[in-house]
């Protein structure tokens, strides 16, 4: 099912695949009410993880590139708990992103802000939200990034 969220990410140039398996004992989302609660979504981009350590070996564009992917991978996974109608989507609620980075490395906001930035660009004010940046010593898999999502639907 293809419609008006869908047409704009083709705007954008981007398709969402099918959402991703989880890597682990857990769900991918849980739908309460009008909530959608996304488990962490690792940065990938063509089934390939996209590792490194902020404030090591990856810049600040290169991370932002890998939060990107994850904010595509959180919608994908508001499609499927939406039996895929995309346009259920109401709006983004809170993000929380996870950065891997060096215990120097204070620009963790500005890593997440690919995500966030790619949300507002492909869904406007319904793209705006809270959110949270945090650093972390490690991810699973050795990914730069990880995000989960809270997102209100209809």
Do not use: W
Request: contains cysteine; hydrophobic residues 45%.
């Amino acid at each position: 099912m293809s419609g008006r969220i869908e047409a704009r990410l083709a705007e954008l140039g981007v398709t969402l695949t099918e959402a991703p398996a989880p890597a682990a004992n857990y769900v991918p989302y849980v739908v309460s009410g009008d909530l959608v609660f996304v488990s962490g979504q690792i940065a990938m981009e063509k089934g390939t993880f996209i590792t490194g350590k902020l404030g090591a070996d990856m810049d600040v564009a290169a991370g932002a590139a890998a939060a990107r992917t994850c904010a595509i991978s959180l919608l994908s996974q508001v499609r499927a708990a939406c039996g895929g109608d995309l346009d259920r989507l109401q709006r983004v609620v809170k993000l929380t992103g996870f950065v891997n980075s060096t215990p120097e490395f204070g620009d963790q906001p500005k890593v997440v802000n690919g995500a966030s930035d790619f949300l507002v660009e492909a869904l406007g004010d319904a793209g705006r939200h809270s959110r949270s940046a945090v650093s972390a010593a490690s991810l699973p898999f050795g990914v730069a990034v990880e995000i989960e999502g809270i997102f209100e639907i209809r």
